[in-house]
């Protein structure tokens, strides 16, 4: 019995290890999913004459990456499904070709089971609750909120983690959605001295600046806050050299009430902000003004993220023995940021009306397609699983 299996070829393949994409044709067991096979050169239909026209996937000069993996996202099933839950949020991923997404339960890294941990949670708490408006201050402006969440308590906060983590050098910690550059020097110096010590930051601290959010609009309030230019400048910089690992959505939605849009107040709104399925588009379309190529945009979303979820084994690289999640990509297609085109369930998002570059064609996930632009997805009936 012969195997049953898909065949992919492109002109852009980002194979694994490579920082651009390169001819390629990838053989996937349909039974398991894997790819088996990884040739170097785009193969014609002749070298495959006994393949059904169904299992043959010519993507062209399309690109064919690795499917993202988003290791924060917030879908808040069971308990606050009205916010996102596992259906819409896995469909938006697909859209924007993640194919693994790490559900983020709302509570702490490290877990409070030692005093220190416990300190690190109240220090984190007090981010969160200490931070009040100057009396006066317009709740409605940007600039009141950002001045409530100074750079100074993040980088405390990450002082206190890199503390512990010299007087317990074994222990793993992992700074979650870093947004001060004043944080950067002490996490540099930390990790040029062994720490085991990992970091992420956010499509939208690498994206958005506090200079363009506009006032009366919570959609952009986001904790630790959206901050300068400069600042985001400064995390590019770190992201180039290693010192920030990678970047996750923090896909963290509401419903519309919550977020305060009937009043704007920014101050009382919601602090989170809904990014899932947009983050490879919105890295490309900024990364590329900044010389950035897409070797290290999937690196920082797929490849290190995999390996923080310890899901490296199998997710994460196009190469043979992985899982056969893949995105056929359209790097220079031009799409406006609409309701109709944002597939979470509340359809609140800082970045509607923007125009962004890169479009996911079809995705993929273990070698069976999970979203088809042409079709809208309709008809398809994905097939997730928990890993
Ligand atoms: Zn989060």
Known sequence: MSLSILVVTSQNVLLSGSIIPSPATLVVDKSSGKIIEVRNARLSRANFPELLDEDWLDAGDKWVLPGLVDAHVHLNEPGRTDWEGFWTGTRAAAVGGVTTVIDMPLNSIPPTTTRENLNIKRTAAQEHTHAEAKPGADPKLYSTFLDSRPEQLETDAISLVIALQKKYPLQRCHIVHLSAASALPAIRAAKAAGARLTVETCFHYLVLASSGIPDAQPQYKCCPPIRDAANRDALWDALMDGTIDCVVSDHSPCVAE??????????????????????????????????????DIVRWTSEVTARHASVDDRKGAIKVGWDADFVIWDPEAEVKVTKDNLYFKNKLSPYEGLTIYGKVEKTYVRGRIAWDASINGEGLNPEGRLI
């Not at 990014?275 to 190529?293: F, H, I, N, Q, Y």
């Open 258 to 295: 919550l977020k305060r849009l009937q009043d704007g107040d920014i101050m009382k709104a919601w602090g989170g902000i809904s990014t899932l399925g947009l983050g490879l588009s919105l890295l490309w379309t900024e990364g590329r003004k900044r010389g950035v190529g897409i070797g």
